[in-house]
Nanobody, 124 residues
Framework: QVQLVESGGGLVQAGGSLRLSCAVS????????MGWFRQAPGKEREFVAA????????LCADFVKGRFSISRDVAKNTVYLQMNNLKPEDTAVYYCTTAPILSASGSQRLYKYWGQGTQVTVSS
C-alpha cells in the first residue's frame, strides 16, 4: 500500500520561503516519478513539479521556474518542494503524488497515488 504524507505547509508572508516534504512508503520507487500539484480555491488542480526517483530528472511548471525546486532523498524516502519568493497567488493546497511513470510528467491523469495535501497560505 503506497502512502504519501505531506508536511511543511503554513502561513508565510510574500517573499518568504517554505519547504514542503512528502514521506513515501509502501514499496520501492525505482521506476516511479514523484510529483507536486496544487489546487487554489475555485481553481483546478495544476502541475507544479516532478522528479524521477531514479536519476533525479526534473520537470517544473513555467510559473515556478527560478522560484521553486524539487528534490528527493532516496535514503529518507522523502521528496521535497523548496519554494522561495512566494507570492499570494501561490496560496493553495499542495499535493504530493506518485506513479510508475518512466519520465517526469506534468499530466495529472498519469498519477495514481495521492497524499492528503498541505495548505500553503501566502499573505501580501
Amino acid at each position: 500500500q503506497v502512502q504519501l504524507v505531506e508536511s511543511g505547509g503554513g502561513l508565510v508572508q510574500a517573499g518568504g520561503s517554505l519547504r514542503l516534504s512528502c514521506a513515501v512508503s509502501g514499496r520501492t520507487f525505482d521506476n516511479y516519478t514523484m510529483g507536486w500539484f496544487r489546487q487554489a480555491p475555485g481553481k483546478e488542480r495544476e502541475f507544479v513539479a516532478a522528479i524521477r526517483w531514479s536519476g533525479g530528472t526534473t520537470l517544473c511548471a513555467d510559473f515556478v521556474k527560478g522560484r521553486f525546486s524539487i528534490s528527493r532523498d532516496v535514503a529518507k524516502n522523502t521528496v521535497y518542494l523548496q519554494m522561495n519568493n512566494l507570492k499570494p497567488e501561490d496560496t493553495a493546497v499542495y499535493y504530493c503524488t506518485t506513479a510508475p511513470i518512466l519520465s517526469a510528467s506534468g499530466s495529472q491523469r498519469l498519477y495514481k497515488y495521492w497524499g492528503q495535501g498541505t495548505q500553503v497560505t501566502v499573505s501580501s
